[in-house]
């Protein structure tokens, strides 16, 4: 039983360069999120989407956009990618907005 | 005021004492909540969740919930130095649709 799959699991960036973070999930879950998490902090959630077709702005949108592409699938595009961006991302998911979420293994971005 | 409020620590432990950990969040209408532990370099791995007033135990573990003050504490009796680890309070903000959202983490380091 994966989980929830993210890839890749490191990236180096160039500043301006694009890419997508992808994530999946396997447990039939109707919500996923994506969070970035820099040194000595807490999760930062990015983008949240409660169910298949809807996703909603977080604490910290600016410089991101996301697609839930199915009910397994919800990514993370960065358009011009800034080295204020150097992060772990984790995507997680759960059954419903207030149950327990699941995390994915994360992606360590780094952009230079 | 942050939504979801945790001391930062370090809190010191001696190996097989108590360790309290203590959460506050600003939303009075929340009604889940979570504690997730966090080793270095790892995703975050959910430990309890609590959703009615009182105690819940799992093992060495106990989470309790007081709505009417707003806060959620978790307590590790007989610490190990393998609970050595960053722990993440969450709450799914009703207010926010649900929407996961965590503390900056309280930092636990159990001394041998």
């Known amino acids: 039983n994966a989980g929830v799959t993210q890839t890749p699991k490191f990236q180096v960036l160039k500043t301006g360069q694009s890419m997508t973070l992808q994530c999946a999930q396997d447990m039939n879950h109707n919500s996923m999120y994506w969070y970035r998490q820099d040194p000595g902090m807490g999760l930062r959630l990015i983008y949240y989407s409660a169910s298949e077709g809807t996703t909603d702005k977080g604490e910290v949108p600016n410089g991101y956009n996301v697609s839930r592409l199915n009910k397994r699938e919800f990514s993370l595009r960065l358009e011009s990618a800034a080295p204020s961006q150097t992060s772990v991302y984790f995507c997680a998911s759960s059954l419903r907005g207030n149950t327990e979420a699941f995390f994915g293994q994360g992606t360590r971005l780094t952009v230079v | 005021q942050k939504e979801v409020e945790q001391n930062s620590g370090p809190l010191s432990v001696p190996e097989g004492a108590i360790a309290s950990l203590n959460c506050t969040y600003s939303d009075r209408g929340s009604q889940s909540f979570f504690w997730y532990r966090q080793y270095s370099g790892k995703s975050p791995e959910l430990i309890m969740f609590i959703y009615s007033n009182g105690d819940k135990e799992d093992g060495r573990f106990t989470a309790q919930l007081n709505k009417a003050s707003q806060y959620v504490s978790l307590l590790i009796r007989d610490s190990q130095p393998s609970d050595s680890a960053t722990y993440l309070c969450?709450?799914?903000?009703?207010?926010?649709?649900?929407?996961?959202?965590f503390g900056g983490g309280t930092r636990v380091l159990v001394k041998p």
């Open positions: 969450a709450v799914a903000i009703k207010a926010a649709g649900n929407k996961l959202t």
